[in-house]
């Protein structure tokens, strides 16, 4: 119990830390957030990822992150998205439902590679099971590097896509 108490003394609240560095709205004193003050409807897309990146786009609307109180948020349907998240590089049986997800979103769009695998294939490469890189199958308007990469990368290439 002591030890617990002293890990809450020494690390504080995290919860909400992130958005009092930055008050929600005043885009001009972080911009990671110009995004998120922009409010888009993102639809995310597992291409064929390991999951890791998945992990990483999780944790976007965690508490210490929590984007949906700067206005950005998921949506289940590519109708109502004005980006797609694409992680993983494209398997050979997701590249119709991608390219179907990337028809049924309304210009205009952006596209964010998320992940080494999304740029071009990663670990994964292209082969029999494999196209490569989210580039290969749809344009793509900005790139999220690391395996995975961090939720800053992540949010950093929204911002890129959103002012490309
Ligand atoms: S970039 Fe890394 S974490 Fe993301 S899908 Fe590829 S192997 Fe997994």
């Not at 009092?20 to 110009?34: F, S, V």
């Not at 944790?59 to 980006?83: C, Q, T, W």
């Not at 992680?87 to 179907?100: C, F, N, Q, T, Y």
């Not at 992940?115 to 029999?128: K, L, R, V």
Request: proline fraction near 6%.
């Amino acid at each position: 119990m002591l030890d617990i108490l002293k890990q809450i003394a020494r690390v504080g609240i995290v919860a909400g830390r992130r958005q009092a560095e930055a008050a929600p709205g005043d885009a001009a004193a972080d911009p990671e957030l110009r995004a998120v003050g922009r409010a888009p409807c993102m639809r995310h897309v597992d291409a064929g990822s390991c999951n890791g990146c998945e992990l990483e786009i999780h944790a976007l609307g965690n508490v210490y992150y929590n984007i949906e109180a700067s206005g950005m948020k998921f949506v289940a349907s590519p109708r109502h998205a004005d980006l797609l998240l694409v992680s993983g590089p494209v398997s050979r049986h997701m590249r119709e439902a991608l390219l179907r997800t990337h028809d049924a979103t309304p210009a205009p769009k952006r596209v964010v590679a998320v992940g080494d695998c999304a740029i071009d294939g990663g670990i994964f490469d292209a082969g029999y099971a494999s196209c490569g890189g989210v580039a290969d199958v749809i344009a793509v308007d900005a790139t999220a590097s690391g395996c995975p990469p961090a939720p800053e990368a992540i949010i950093a290439a929204i911002e890129r896509a959103l002012e490309s």
